[in-house]
């Protein structure tokens, strides 16, 4: 059974700051990873995906790497904004268009 | 191009109480999917629509949870009757699936309260 891990939990960083959110899921053989974002109370945008024979995939101040071998993602955003404040989720597509997610990492991005 | 809507946003009921919720997906997109969120935690998938038929609902509780999605287009999730517990962000998806290419689009979710 797949499991997706994101580590941290929760991160709290001043504007500006470049920032990396990691993600690391037990089973290899996936189709794609996707990156989301939920706002509270909200549902979820999709950042970006990372199809498996892609190692990278980028938009504007985001960038996501996927090393598919050592089961790890990381999502990095770079100058970092408050807006940018939210719950940032991982989940891998293991085939059946079936994503197991992550619980997330809260990040907070104070002025 | 119109997202994927939910309603309602937020619902209370009493427990043993019936509640239904109602998804619409993005127009053209073959595949719906409900989830579940509790607290804290990722979705977690309930069941797996491609076009009007059920292909994954193993994780459907199924003694109190139904779920139907006439026409292949827009979708009903029903609890009969809700416990303390149901109370979670019900989520609706959905995607094109395109090969192995299969992203998926959320919706705002039905917050429901079990009192």
């Known amino acids: 059974k797949q499991e997706v891990t994101q580590i941290p939990a929760a991160l709290s960083v001043p504007e500006g700051e470049n920032l990396v959110l990691n993600c690391s899921f037990t089973?290899?053989?996936?189709?794609?990873l996707q990156w989301f974002r939920q706002d509270p109370g909200k549902g979820l945008t999709s950042l970006l995906l990372i199809q498996s024979s892609q190692r990278e995939q980028t938009s504007g101040r985001l960038n996501a790497s996927l090393d598919k071998s050592s089961g790890r993602s990381t999502l990095y955003i770079a100058a970092s904004q408050p807006g940018d404040s939210a719950t940032y989720l991982c989940?891998?597509?293991?085939?059946?268009?079936?994503?197991?997610f992550g619980k997330g990492t809260m990040l907070l991005v104070s002025p | 191009e119109a997202g994927v809507v939910q309603s309602p946003r937020y619902k209370i009921i009493e427990k043993k109480q019936p509640v239904a919720f109602w998804c619409n997906p993005i127009s053209g997109h073959n595949t719906l999917y409900w989830y579940l969120q509790n607290l804290g935690q990722g979705p977690e998938l309930l069941i797996r629509?491609?076009?009007?038929?059920?292909?994954?609902d193993s994780q459907l509780p199924k003694d109190r949870f139904s779920a139907e999605r006439l026409k292949g287009v827009d979708s009903t999730l029903k609890i009969q009757p809700a416990e303390l517990g149901d109370s979670a962000v019900y989520l609706c998806?959905?995607?094109?699936?395109?090969?192995?290419?299969?992203?998926?689009?959320f919706g705002p979710g039905t917050r429901l309260t079990v009192t």
């Open positions: 998806a959905s995607s094109l699936a395109t090969g192995e290419v299969n992203e998926q689009y």
């Open positions: 629509y491609e076009n009007e038929e059920a292909v994954d």
């Open positions: 989940a891998v597509d293991s085939g059946y268009s079936t994503l197991t």
């Open positions: 089973d290899s053989a996936i189709y794609n």
